[in-house]
């Protein structure tokens, strides 16, 4: 089976514009998220998803740097990006990540992976976004399918949000597919490690310098950073998380 990594990205967000080409320690954010996510061994292939639209012409130019491979698609409908993007890629089974995860944890990727094959189930995550439950930091988001139910979505959603959180078709109803979702020995869901606001690019700066503009420490190393320094991350702790039902301003 082939397993392709699909990240999406867009220059256009509206509570931090251009938050992907953010720098830090010298490096951008979309430039360490694809480092750590080719160390996972499941993944085959790494794609990042953007839109058609002028601004993401930055993340394309960004792509051809870092040798990474960029499908254009859809702006509103993300659900469609991804699954055009994995039709030209010929994926058996498609990882979304989002583009605001530069923490990402390459271990936390196969655990999604191999959930969702050793289960053979047509869904398998590590969190779910509000109201569900979660207890990984939010920014260490991993969510997985097969080709065949990512199809079924994009066939049958027809409401905005599922067309813009592209797989909540294949969890907001209980028992209309198989789905796992893989959970931590600690909560640690209250934890905000992703970049969507000003106080969160603070705080990943911080990260970074702490661990002198590397990029191979693990999520259990920031988990050890908290316990340590723990008012390092008091700046975005007051950054209320959107839920599954929320729309971006266009």
């Not at 996972?40 to 930055?58: F, G, L, M, Q």
């Not at 999520?219 to 729309?247: G, S």
Request: proline share 5%.
């Amino acid at each position: 089976m082939k397993v392709v990594a699909i990240i999406q990205a867009r220059m256009s967000s509206t509570r931090l514009p251009g938050k992907v080409l953010k720098t830090a320690s010298g490096r951008t954010m979309l430039d360490r998220m694809l480092e750590r996510v080719r160390k996972a061994s499941t993944i085959d292939k790494v794609i990042v998803a953007t839109t058609t639209d002028p601004s993401d012409n930055a993340i394309v130019r960004a792509c051809r740097r870092y040798e990474s491979e960029s499908y254009r698609g859809s702006l509103p409908d993300v659900l469609d990006r991804y699954y055009q993007a994995a039709l030209q890629h010929q994926a058996d089974i498609i990882v979304r990540l989002t583009g605001d995860c530069p923490l990402i944890d390459p271990q936390l990727i196969d655990d999604v992976v191999k959930a969702l094959v050793d289960k053979q189930v047509d869904f398998a995550c590590n969190r779910l976004p509000p109201p569900f439950s979660r207890t990984y930091p939010i920014g260490l988001d991993v969510e997985a399918c097969t080709f065949a139910a990512l199809e079924i979505a994009w066939r049958n959603a027809d409401q905005k949000h599922e067309r813009e959180h592209v797989l909540p078709y294949l969890y907001a109803v209980p028992g209309r597919f198989k789905v796992i979702q893989l959970n931590h020995s600690e909560d640690l869901g209250h934890q905000r490690w992703t970049l969507d606001t000003p106080e969160d690019l603070v705080l990943l700066r911080r990260v970074y310098r702490y661990f002198k503009g590397g990029n191979d420490f693990s999520w259990l190393d920031v988990v050890q950073l908290w316990r340590e320094k723990p008012e390092l991350f008091e700046v975005n702790a007051q950054v209320i998380h959107k839920t599954y039902l929320d729309h971006e301003a266009k």
